[in-house]
C-alpha cells in the first residue's frame, strides 16, 4: 500500500485485483462498486471464445474482458482502492503476471456453477504469486446454492485462505468483500515488533 502525505492528511491507496474464471463476474462486480465510470476494455465473443468458454443456454453475455477493468472506490477518508480486473479466458492469461504487479491483495471470484473454471485462478495465487488473496463466492441471482465448507473443501482451499459469499451486483456487499481484502493483506504483512532488549539486572 502506498501512502500520500500532506501537512493535513494521510490518504493510503492500495491496489486490488479482481481475479477469476470466465464468466465468474469481475467486470460487474467493479461496475458495481466503482465511483467513477468504470472502464473496461472487452470485445464481442467470436467462436474460438465460445468454445474455449461454452455459455450457459439462457446467458446474454455477447462480450469478454481482453484486457482489464479498471475502477476506483473510496473506502475511508483515508483509504483508496483502485481495481483492476483481469480477463477471464485462458488466451489472455499471460496478462496476469502484469496485472498483480504491485498489488496489496487480490479478491477471487468463484461461480459455483462451474467451479472448474476457478481451479486456475485459484492455483495462480497459491502457487505462482505473493499477493495476499481471499476467495468470494458470487451469489448469481442473489442467492448462495452451496455451503462455505463445501466451497473449500471442493477448491481444495487453505484455511488460512479467507472464503466469503457475496452478489457482485450489490454495491454494499462488493465493499465489504473489498474490507476483507484489505484486512487480510494487512494481516499478511504485518511483521511482529522485534523484542525489545532486556533491562539489566539490579544488583
Given at each position: ?55 450457459e ?18 473506502l ?16 489472455f ?51 448462495q ?50 523484542p ?8
Amino acid at each position: 500500500m502506498v501512502s500520500a502525505h500532506s501537512p493535513e492528511h494521510s490518504t493510503t491507496t492500495a491496489k486490488i485485483v479482481v481475479a477469476g474464471g470466465f464468466g465468474a463476474g469481475k467486470t460487474t462486480l467493479v461496475s458495481a462498486i466503482s465511483e467513477i465510470p468504470p472502464i473496461n476494455t472487452e470485445a464481442w465473443m467470436t467462436t474460438a471464445g465460445t468454445l474455449d468458454d461454452p455459455l450457459e443456454p439462457d446467458s446474454d453475455k455477447s462480450t469478454t474482458t481482453v484486457a482489464m477493468d479498471f475502477g476506483r472506490r473510496t473506502l475511508a477518508d483515508d483509504l483508496v482502492l483502485y481495481l483492476f480486473g483481469t480477463p477471464g479466458q485462458q488466451r489472455f492469461w499471460p496478462m496476469w503476471d502484469d496485472l498483480c504487479r504491485g498489488a496489496s491483495g487480490a479478491l477471487v471470484l468463484v461461480d459455483t456453477r462451474h467451479l472448474d473454471r476457478s481451479f486456475a485462478a485459484v492455483n495462480y495465487f497459491e502457487n505462482d504469486s505473493t499477493v495476499p488473496f481471499v476467495v468470494g463466492v458470487n451469489m448469481f441471482h442473489g442467492e448462495q446454492t452451496h455451503r462455505l465448507d463445501a466451497v473449500r473443501q471442493a477448491l481444495s482451499l487453505h484455511e488460512s485462505v479467507p472464503l466469503c459469499a457475496f452478489d457482485a451486483r450489490d454495491r454494499a456487499q462488493v465493499a465489504g468483500a473489498l474490507v476483507g481484502v484489505v484486512e487480510h493483506s494487512m494481516a499478511r504483512t504485518a511483521r511482529p515488533a522485534p523484542p525489545r532488549p532486556m533491562a539489566p539486572a539490579l544488583r
